[in-house]
């Protein structure tokens, strides 16, 4: 007996437990259902592209040396500031004065044998009228005075070539700017004879820059002259930099199978802060309108349902692509709207409604237990989750 009565109280106290475990786990938690909302309210609506680019001179000029010879005098240095015409440096003139010194006798000597064959082909002339000469002798005279009258000629260009080439040996700047850079020094020796020798490098007007962006292919299409561009350099990371686009050049760049476009941008920089080879993170405003109507995006992808907005709210639906959701009292109410532009996160309310009005974007489920549990409940444009979650 004292078995049969241990084993009753054992299967009673196991069925107390199992009643108690499904009463206390049956008990449900009450769930408000918060409805998110915000204004149709006038903002600025903008589209942008993102770019990497360089910093350049508007108007950089590379000097070279159009002789060969020896770099006799430097008279600048880097960041030194020219005129136009300005001299710069000079070769080593020894070997073109000679050049211009041979040339220039050369030319006294054909001028002599013109003289000589001009008074030879005077008399032969004369004396053939006579008959006292034969035709060939007088043709010959005459082509011999010709001759000597091209010999002048070839003479007097071959001196103008030595004085211009003397002229090249001194270097001046052929605008007004600052040397960037110096690719020689006294003494070095340049030889033309293939390329023209690279010695400065003069940017024109350091206070107007301008940024040469790659715009890739697929973002190339929405930039046009005229748009307005922000970027920033490493150097300046605090500093935003303003200029607008003034040309989207046609060539395309092809590398590693990425096709990008060259946007030139205007970068004003009246306090020198931007030098030439600067990085620029470059944002390029495709679209852009100020006093715009608009709403949130994800308003317009909000739908309500019967099982999301609780039992005691009512839906009250249109006919309608785009709809804005207000709530009246328990009454979830649908507005059609005709929509405009999109910048991803909002989007422009044509018509339809209201400036002010108040729509919903989102439902949120809270706790009536402990309603700062709100902020960690599950959030959803479309439902809240089934309503009635058992206690954790």
């Not at 715009?292 to 692509?321: H, M, N, S, Y």
Request: charged share 20%; aromatic share 6%.
């Amino acid at each position: 007996m004292k078995r049969i009565s241990k084993v009753w109280l054992f299967a009673l106290l196991l069925a107390a437990g199992a009643i108690a475990f499904w009463y206390f786990s049956g008990q449900k938690k009450e769930e408000v259902i918060n409805f998110n909302t915000v204004k149709v309210e006038e903002t600025t609506l903008q589209n942008s592209v993102t770019a990497t680019g360089t910093i350049e001179p508007v108007t950089s000029v590379t000097v070279g040396t159009q002789v060969s010879g020896i770099v006799s005098k430097l008279y600048v240095d880097y960041n030194s500031v020219v005129k136009r015409g300005q001299v710069i440096a000079e070769l080593d003139k020894t070997n073109l004065i000679s050049e211009l010194n041979t040339a220039k006798a050369n030319l006294s000597s054909a001028q002599s044998s013109l003289n000589y064959q001009e008074a030879n082909y005077t008399r032969y002339q004369t004396l053939f009228k006579k008959g006292l000469v034969s035709a060939d002798d007088f043709e010959s005279a005459q082509l011999s005075y010709l001759q000597a009258k091209e010999q002048v000629s070839t003479s007097m260009e071959t001196v103008k070539r030595a004085q211009t080439n003397l002229g090249y040996a001194t270097i001046t700047s052929p605008i007004d700017g600052v040397v960037l850079s110096k690719s020689v020094e006294e003494g070095q020796t340049v030889a033309a004879s293939f390329s023209t020798p690279e010695l400065f490098t003069i940017a024109k007007d350091l206070t107007n820059m301008q940024v040469i962006a790659n715009v890739d292919e697929a973002d190339i299409g929405g930039v046009k002259a005229g748009e307005r561009v922000t970027f920033t350099v490493d150097a300046y990371p605090e500093d935003t930099f303003h200029g607008s686009v003034t040309q989207v050049r046609q060539e395309a760049t092809t590398t590693n199978n990425v096709v990008t476009y060259e946007v030139v941008i205007s970068a004003p920089n009246s306090d020198l802060k931007l030098k030439p080879g600067l990085t620029a993170s470059v944002t390029i405003y495709t679209f852009e309108r100020t006093g715009v109507l608009c709403v949130p995006t994800k308003a317009l992808r909000f739908t309500p349902t019967k099982e999301t907005i609780g039992k005691q709210r009512k839906i009250q639906d249109c006919d309608g692509k785009s709809k804005l959701w207000t709530l009246e009292g328990n009454l979830l109410k649908a507005h059609p709207v005709r929509t405009g532009m999109t910048d991803g996160t909002n989007t422009e309310i044509v018509s339809g409604i209201g400036k002010g009005v108040e729509v919903i974007t989102e439902i949120s489920v809270t706790s009536d237990e402990n309603p700062g549990e709100g902020d960690q409940a599950e959030r959803s444009p479309f439902a809240p989750g089934p309503p009635g979650r058992k206690k954790k």
